[in-house]
């Protein structure tokens, strides 16, 4: 009997902790649109990106406000809020989707996990389906959150004016790292 007492509250304790959801606001999206041979470096961090995962379920959201993208130099801050994405008129850049091999995740125990994502990004007013491998890290009840792809620039409605081609690249690379923590 207390062997299956004991069974019963293990496998209650490990669906709780896969039904839990995770949440920051202090995650981080990178890019990198440096074109190739440029001696410019066109890069940008943004650490105030908010994001849900269910791991019960492998919903996932991102949430990121354009105008909190930093650069090395104000200038090309400015020409990315006004210029390409055009910040005042399409202020945030949105994710929601579906961690489509949930299952193979644990989210209750340590350890790194492939995870595959899919689902809808909208970015500059156009909503594009996208499909991306990433990492699921736990580590002592915390989760990190890892992806790494790119974004044609082009596929967005973003122009990249022929007089900086030279520097700005149509393909950007873009580097996820968020660190989740439970949420209450």
């Known amino acids: 009997m207390k062997k299956y007492l004991f069974l019963f509250s293990l496998l209650a304790i490990t669906a709780t902790a896969s039904a839990q959801k995770y949440f920051t606001k202090n995650g981080t999206i990178s890019f990198d649109a ?18 849900v ?3 019960s379920n492998g919903n996932i959201q991102f949430k990121s406000t354009m105008k909190a993208f930093t650069f090395e130099r ?23 989707g579906v961690i489509t091999n949930v299952s193979t995740i644990s989210f209750g125990k340590d350890g790194s996990y492939p995870a ?10 156009v909503e594009k389906e996208v499909e991306s491998a990433g990492t699921i890290i736990v580590a002592k009840g915390k989760v990190t959150a890892k992806a790494n792809f790119n974004v044609l620039l ?6 990249v004016p022929s007089v900086v081609a030279d520097k700005v690249s149509n393909t950007a690379k873009i580097a996820v790292n968020c660190g989740l923590e439970p949420l209450k």
């Open 116 to 125: 595959t994502v899919k689902g809808k990004l909208t970015l500059h007013g």
């Open 53 to 55: 995962v269910d791991g």
């Open 154 to 159: 082009s596929d967005y409605n973003i122009k």
């Open 34 to 51: 440096t074109a190739s041979g440029s001696p410019e470096n066109i890069t940008a961090d943004n650490r105030t990106v908010t994001c």
């Open 74 to 96: 104000a200038l090309m801050q400015e020409h990315f809020n006004e210029n390409y994405v055009e910040s005042d008129k399409y202020p945030e850049a949105v994710f929601k």
